[in-house]
């Protein structure tokens, strides 16, 4: 990648807006789900991959199936993202409610 290149790339990425919205983390094997939300949903599945991997959850049942099933038993699902012009103010207690209408919905642990 060519120096120009790697500066509109660079700047893109500084440029691009959060997404905020909540997801799940679904274990194929057994059908457990959990529930977080999330202020960077694009990277959320990145980072969270990264802890277990590393068997460094904070999420210690969630850590303990995937010291079970493996990276391969487990999906990440988008399940709800804010719209872009989402009041700032009300965010947050926005993305818990919603969290606790999915916990609520899929049986799900929260994260």
């Known amino acids: 990648m060519d120096r120009s290149a790697r500066k ?3 700047a893109a990425y500084k440029e691009r807006k959060p ?28 980072s969270l991959w990264f802890t277990l991997k590393h068997g460094s959850s904070p999420h210690a049942v969630l850590q303990a199936a995937w010291n079970r099933h493996g990276e391969a038993g487990f999906r990440f699902e988008e399940l709800e993202r804010l719209r872009d012009d989402f009041p700032a103010l009300t965010r947050s207690s926005e993305l818990k409610s919603r969290q606790s209408l999915w916990v609520a919905r899929l049986q799900a642990l929260a994260l």
């Not at 909540?22 to 990277?43: E, K, N």
């Open 19 to 46: 997404a905020h919205g909540v997801f799940a983390v679904i274990c194929t094997a057994t059908g457990q789900a959990w529930v977080g939300q999330s202020r960077h949903l694009d990277t959320q599945r990145n």
């Open 8 to 10: 509109a790339a660079i």
